[in-house]
Nanobody
Framework: QERLVESGGGLVQPGGSLRVSCTAS????????MGWYRQAPGNQRELVAT???????NYADSVKGRFTIARDNAKNTVYLQMNSLRPEDTAVYYC????????????WGQGTQVTVSS
């Protein structure tokens, strides 16, 4: 069964760093483009960062220069390193996988809470 499991969320002070991880099972991970999205209370879910099967990355303007997405195909895991965190980064962070060829298979994780507060 296809599954994405996020981990690593928590409470961090403004200016701090946090790394969240997403481990996939039940899919051929190397064939999937991966992404991180986030949703704050009262807001729509928004794109944070994506990484293709070949390692090309894309970031929302609001996180460029602060966040880094990376993947480890051997571990079926995608990471989001978040530095210089701001209170407005507070949200539930979701992992997303979409098949790079068909685009018809896509999966979401259950989300992990990231709270930036002093």
């Amino acid at each position: 069964q296809e599954r994405l499991v996020e981990s690593g969320g928590g409470l961090v002070q403004p200016g701090g760093s946090l790394r969240v991880s997403c481990t996939a099972s039940g899919i051929i991970f190397r064939l999937y483009n991966m992404g991180w999205y986030r949703q704050a209370p009262g807001n729509q879910r928004e794109l944070v960062a994506t990484i293709t099967t070949s390692g090309s990355t894309n970031y929302a303007d609001s996180v460029k220069g602060r966040f880094t997405i990376a993947r480890d195909n051997a571990k079926n895991t995608v990471y989001l390193q978040m530095n210089s965190l701001r209170p407005e980064d507070t949200a539930v962070y979701y992992c997303h996988a979409i098949h790079s060829i068909t685009g018809s298979r896509n999966y979401w994780g259950q989300g992990t809470q990231v709270t930036v507060s002093s």
